[in-house]
Structures are given as structure tokens and as C-alpha cells.
């Protein structure tokens, strides 16, 4: 996971008179008028995906994650077309995989730009799902009258935390920053050490350390020919792009090369 900046909301979600705002409205005035069957769960919300999953959304969150996922970080759009995930589950949550569906969800935040974010649709569908583990869950908010700032979340969220002070690459895996307990319950429930993601990880892991040693005998070889010094030039630049943030696995390369 890399930090993600995100730009201004774009204004389906912000203004006033557009459908997020409006929705939002619908949906708080519909839980005050009577929350004890949305609490109950009998009654459900019904969201509006045209929405929060509108182009211009997704076309944000696109740019402002470089086409990556924002919890495994592969890049997901020339394979698939990716998922806006709740990163607070609008329509219901679990503390953990073999809990019974909570209600009413975080409803009211079903279209808030902060709680939007681009996910594969493995992380998303597979994994996560309607997982929202608390660090208490009696601090759980509810319904739009609770403070969510009451919560403290076990995942680590994307924008708002600095994901390596949580985790670190150990070669090709992921693991939590002494053991802690959100970088352990991120990388477990968010499935971001399952097969097919480490085996990816290791092929492109392989090819950063050939070039690495290539590129540190090049460097530790004197009088290189013009030729040997231009090719250490492109392979310098290769590599320092691979720790950027717009590069498939950055954060793996950052540990990689750190040194």
C-alpha cells in the first residue's frame, strides 16, 4: 500500500444540488423518521451506484491512485474495470468473517469522497467485503448521529494513514511493522499475501534485483565505456522509476532499493 493523495471531490458528490448530496439527504431523513427496523435490520437502504460510481468518480480515483488498487497496489484497469469500494461498508458490516451481517451499515456515507476509494475486485469482492473490524467494537458508529471519530479502525486507511508506518515488505510478502495489530489485520483479512498476488510479486521482485546487480557492478566498474555508461544511465532510470508512486508494486521497490 502506498498513501493515496486525493484531489477535490468531484461535484456529483459535493454540490449541493447534484445526486450524492441529495441522496445523503434522502437517507438521514429516512433513518430519523424511523431507525428501529433500519436498526433491526428488516428495512435496508437502497443506494444509488450511477452515483458514487459515477465516471467522473471513478475517473478521480483513477488518476489520483495511478490505476491501482489502493490496497495491493497491482494495477487493475488494462485487466479489469475495478470496483469503488466502501472503505466504511455502506450497507452493513462485520468485526469479523463469522459475524452475522451488522445493520444499517455506514449508510450516510454511501457518497462521501473520503470514504471512496478504487480496490481490484479481488480485495474487494473476495476479501474485504463488508469486513470493518474495530479496534472496540462497542465504539462502533451506527447511524450518521454517532462520531465516527470515536472509531478506531484495525484497517489501515488509505489517505488518511501513512501505510509503512503499519506494514513492510520482507522480500516478495508483506508483513505488519512489528507485529502490529492494524498492519497484521490489514495484510490477514485483506488477503494482500494470497498466491497468485506473492507469486506476481516475486516475478517482478526477480527482475528488479537483476537489474539491480547490473546496475551495481556497472557502478562499481571503472573507466566504463561510453556505451556501459549510457546503458548505466537507463537502467538507473529504470529503477527509479520503479519506486514512484504511479509504478505497479512501488512500495516493494522502495524496500528493495532503500539502501
Same mark, same amino acid.
Given at each position: 500500500?502506498?498513501?493515496?493523495?486525493?484531489?477535490?471531490?468531484?461535484?456529483?458528490?459535493?454540490?449541493?444540488?447534484?445526486?450524492?448530496?441529495?441522496?445523503?439527504?434522502?437517507?438521514?431523513?429516512?433513518?430519523?423518521?424511523?431507525?428501529?427496523?433500519?436498526?433491526?435490520?428488516?428495512?435496508?437502504?437502497?443506494?444509488?451506484?450511477?452515483?458514487?460510481?459515477?465516471?467522473?468518480?471513478?475517473?478521480?480515483?483513477?488518476?489520483?491512485?495511478?490505476?491501482?488498487?489502493?490496497?495491493?497496489?497491482?494495477?487493475?484497469?488494462?485487466?479489469?474495470?475495478?470496483?469503488?469500494?466502501?472503505?466504511?461498508? =455502506?450497507? &452493513?458490516?462485520?468485526?469479523?468473517? $463469522?459475524?452475522? *451481517?451488522? +445493520?444499517?451499515?455506514?449508510?450516510?456515507?454511501?457518497? /462521501?469522497?473520503?470514504?471512496?476509494?478504487?480496490?481490484?475486485?479481488?480485495?474487494?469482492?473476495?476479501?474485504?467485503?463488508?469486513?470493518?473490524?474495530?479496534?472496540?467494537?462497542?465504539?462502533?458508529?451506527?447511524?450518521?448521529?454517532?462520531?465516527?471519530?470515536?472509531?478506531?479502525?484495525?484497517?489501515?486507511?488509505?489517505?488518511?494513514?501513512?501505510?509503512?508506518?503499519?506494514?513492510?515488505?520482507?522480500?516478495?510478502?508483506?508483513?505488519?511493522?512489528?507485529?502490529? =495489530?492494524? &498492519?497484521?489485520?490489514?495484510?490477514? $483479512?485483506?488477503? *494482500?499475501? +494470497?498466491?497468485?498476488?506473492?507469486?506476481?510479486?516475486? /516475478?517482478?521482485?526477480?527482475?528488479?534485483?537483476?537489474?539491480?546487480?547490473?546496475?551495481?557492478?556497472?557502478?562499481?566498474?571503472?573507466?566504463?565505456?561510453?556505451?556501459?555508461?549510457?546503458?548505466?544511465?537507463?537502467?538507473?532510470?529504470?529503477?527509479?522509476?520503479?519506486?514512484?508512486?504511479?509504478?505497479?508494486?512501488?512500495?516493494?521497490?522502495?524496500?528493495?532499493?532503500?539502501?
Amino acid at each position: 500500500m502506498i498513501r493515496i493523495e486525493k484531489p477535490g471531490a468531484p461535484p456529483i458528490l459535493c454540490k449541493e444540488d447534484m445526486r450524492g448530496p441529495k441522496k445523503t439527504k434522502l437517507l438521514r431523513e429516512a433513518y430519523d423518521a424511523d431507525p428501529a427496523p433500519y436498526d433491526a435490520g428488516t428495512k435496508t437502504f437502497e443506494f444509488d451506484s450511477d452515483a458514487y460510481g459515477a465516471k467522473s468518480v471513478k475517473n478521480a480515483l483513477k488518476k489520483a491512485q495511478h490505476d491501482k488498487c489502493c490496497f495491493c497496489e497491482a494495477k487493475i484497469t488494462h485487466v479489469a474495470y475495478g470496483d469503488v469500494e466502501h472503505f466504511r461498508p =455502506k450497507g &452493513g458490516y462485520r468485526q469479523k468473517d $463469522s459475524d452475522k *451481517l451488522g +445493520r444499517p451499515g455506514y449508510y450516510w456515507l454511501a457518497y /462521501d469522497w473520503s470514504n471512496l476509494f478504487l480496490a481490484c475486485q479481488i480485495c474487494n469482492q473476495r476479501h474485504k467485503k463488508n469486513l470493518f473490524p474495530l479496534v472496540d467494537p462497542n465504539d462502533r458508529a451506527t447511524s450518521h448521529q454517532d462520531n465516527i471519530a470515536d472509531e478506531e479502525p484495525l484497517f489501515i486507511h488509505p489517505a488518511d494513514d501513512e501505510p509503512s508506518d503499519f506494514i513492510e515488505y520482507n522480500q516478495e510478502y508483506v508483513r505488519a511493522v512489528s507485529g502490529n =495489530k492494524r &498492519g497484521k489485520t490489514t495484510v490477514e $483479512s485483506l488477503g *494482500l499475501n +494470497r498466491e497468485e498476488l506473492v507469486e506476481h510479486r516475486r /516475478d517482478f521482485l526477480y527482475q528488479l534485483r537483476e537489474l539491480k546487480k547490473i546496475r551495481d557492478g556497472l557502478t562499481a566498474t571503472p573507466n566504463l565505456s561510453p556505451e556501459l555508461q549510457a546503458n548505466l544511465k537507463s537502467i538507473n532510470t529504470l529503477l527509479e522509476q520503479t519506486v514512484l508512486n504511479p509504478a505497479e508494486y512501488s512500495s516493494m521497490a522502495r524496500a528493495l532499493l532503500k539502501d
